[in-house]
């Protein structure tokens, strides 16, 4: 059964990856790309950091661009490069392609709010507003999978990249709806799942499990049977704003042991609590089914 969803119903998105991290982003990616209520802005490669790579922002770049390959959509999503580092300090934007996309499509006369998934750091989105000040006036929901458990805090691996850059966004004015740590750890799912829905649909689901399975086996202390898809609550709830239990909390600013500082002085902030991962997963399963029936030849 086909269906129309109408221009006004669509979700306006923009999608910032650290694509070549691990192996959640990839899910994330291909999720929003075969949702038809999504009208995707642009994909915007990021950095990580360069703890585990020299190269991160061309590693998710290059990552980026083997998905939209793998999918034959090439030349179908603009695709921007954010910033090659984390800010240096709260006043100093990293200026990329990236940034300007976000500044570009924010400050476009259109009704309906633009959604942004930062799956990584926050560098792109706070020097957009650093750039552009204005934006924060805008109908912008930002949506961060980050930080560590409330109400304390303490490391976690988004965050540290980009201290920064998550201040600046926590203290200005605009729609943040966070995704702590402890929330999207909530998205365990097997092998013996993957094998049977994913990996037999495509060239992109074929991927995306070897990917999984080989990042997996280079290391005794990751998981021997299961994957935590991480990035997938961020599409989850785009789709459906409450894919989970949230409260609307005074936003906190980190100090540089990455815990939480609550003073109570700025906005509030939607944090999740909890996330369902089934209805996640079942719409990713679903919509990857969908799309190898219409445009994949089974030989």
Request: one cysteine or more; glycine letters at 6%; proline letters at 6%.
């Amino acid at each position: 059964m086909e269906y129309v969803i109408p221009k006004e119903k669509k979700h306006r998105v923009i999608i910032n990856t650290d694509a070549k991290n691990e192996v959640d982003d990839q899910f994330a990616i291909v999720h929003t790309i075969l949702s038809p209520s999504f009208e995707l802005h642009g994909i915007i490669p990021a950095h990580f950091g360069d703890q585990k790579s020299k190269t991160s922002l061309q590693d998710s770049y290059d990552e980026t661009m083997l998905l939209l390959s793998l999918m034959g959509m090439e030349n179908k999503f603009r695709v921007e490069n954010g910033a090659e580092s984390a800010m240096p300090d709260e006043e100093t934007p990293i200026d990329s392609s990236g940034a300007r996309l976000i500044i570009e499509e924010a400050m476009k006369e259109d009704s309906r709010p633009l959604c942004i998934a930062f799956l990584g750091p926050l560098t792109d989105m706070a020097s957009a507003l650093l750039i552009e000040p204005r934006i924060a006036e805008k109908d912008i929901k930002v949506i961060w999978i980050g930080g560590r458990d409330w109400p304390s805090g303490g490391r976690e691996y988004n965050l540290s990249n980009d201290i920064y850059a998550a201040n600046v966004i926590f203290k200005s004015n605009l729609e943040v709806w966070q995704i702590p740590r402890n929330v999207y750890r909530m998205m365990p799912v097997g092998y013996a799942e993957l094998i049977e829905k994913v990996y037999p649909h495509g060239k992109i689901g074929k991927y995306l499990i070897e990917q999984v399975i080989s990042f997996n086996n280079q290391s005794v202390s990751r998981p021997s049977e299961y994957r935590i898809l991480g990035d997938s609550p961020a599409i989850g709830v785009i789709l459906f704003a409450d894919c989970g239990k949230w409260r609307w909390k005074p936003a906190p600013v980190f100090d540089q042991n990455m815990n939480y500082v609550h003073s109570g002085k700025y906005r509030p902030i939607k944090v999740y609590e909890s996330i369902d991962s089934r209805f996640i997963l079942e719409d990713f399963f679903a919509k990857l089914r969908q799309y190898c029936r219409k445009y994949v030849s089974h030989e």
